[in-house]
Antibody, heavy 113, light 112 residues
Framework: EVKLVESGGALVQPGGSLRLSCVGS????????MRWVRQTPGKGLEWVAN????????YYVDSVKGRFTISRDNAKNSLYLQMNSLRAEDTAVYYC??????WGQGTLVTVSS | DVVMTQSPLSLPVTLGQPASISCRST???????????LTWFRQRPGQSPRRLIY???KRDSGVPDRFSGSGSGTDFTLKISRVEAEDVGVYYC?????????FGQGTKLEIK
């Protein structure tokens, strides 16, 4: 059974930091392009960042460049998203996805004072 | 950025009837290598998105053959030949040909 389990979502103040984690199982994590996609409550989907299977290529949506960092540890089948300088507009459910075929259940990040 | 525009945004359909969703991009999704990355997802209430179609027209495993994808360049379509109750949800198209990857606004399919 394929599983992607995110964790790390929380309520954080503007300007704060958070690290999201995602652990995969049941598929070949080490050869998968991994992504973070977010969804604002009641709204649509927004791609946030991609990372290549070996971790060397990374891409970000402009609104998070310089603030968010995507990384992975293939030995642990794990994907991460370090989020710094958080803003109210970063409030969303964050999904990790493998090759866009496998999706986690999402973790809620709320940025509010 | 490539803007993906879906229509309609709301799609009430009678059970057993066909349904069609259009997805248009502001620039061609044909890459320099000739590949076109256009994907369709469905998100049921309270669930994560599920990929249905990739590479314009390839159905994922387990997706009923009443679902079909077509199109080229900037104009793409998802068709359901006969809508069933389990098809309700929000359908999204997504382009993966140009950075940043972008999604359509979503089309909410409901049963009349």
């Amino acid at each position: 059974e394929v599983k992607l389990v995110e964790s790390g979502g929380a309520l954080v103040q503007p300007g704060g930091s958070l690290r999201l984690s995602c652990v995969g199982s049941g598929f070949t994590f080490t050869t998968s392009w991994m992504r973070w996609v977010r969804q604002t409550p009641g709204k649509g989907l927004e791609w946030v960042a991609n990372i290549s299977p070996d971790g060397t290529d990374k891409y970000y949506v402009d609104s998070v460049k310089g603030r968010f960092t995507i990384s992975r540890d293939n030995a642990k089948n794990s994907l991460y998203l370090q989020m710094n300088s958080l803003r109210a507009e970063d409030t969303a459910v964050y999904y990790c996805a493998g090759d866009l075929l496998y999706w986690g259940q999402g973790t809620l990040v709320t940025v509010s004072s | 950025d490539v803007v993906m525009t879906q229509s309609p945004l709301s799609l009430p359909v009678t059970l057993g009837q066909p349904a069609s969703i259009s997805c248009r991009s502001t620039q061609s999704l044909v890459r320099s290598d000739g590949y076109t990355s256009l994907t369709w997802f469905r998100q049921r209430p309270g669930q994560s998105p599920r990929r249905l179609i990739y590479n314009i027209s390839k159905r994922d495993s387990g997706v009923p053959d009443r679902f079909s994808g077509s199109g080229s360049g900037t104009d793409f379509t998802l068709k359901i030949s006969r809508v069933e109750a389990e098809d309700v949800g929000v359908y999204y198209c997504m382009q993966g040909s140009h950075w940043p990857h972008t999604f359509g606004q979503g089309t909410k399919l409901e049963i009349k």
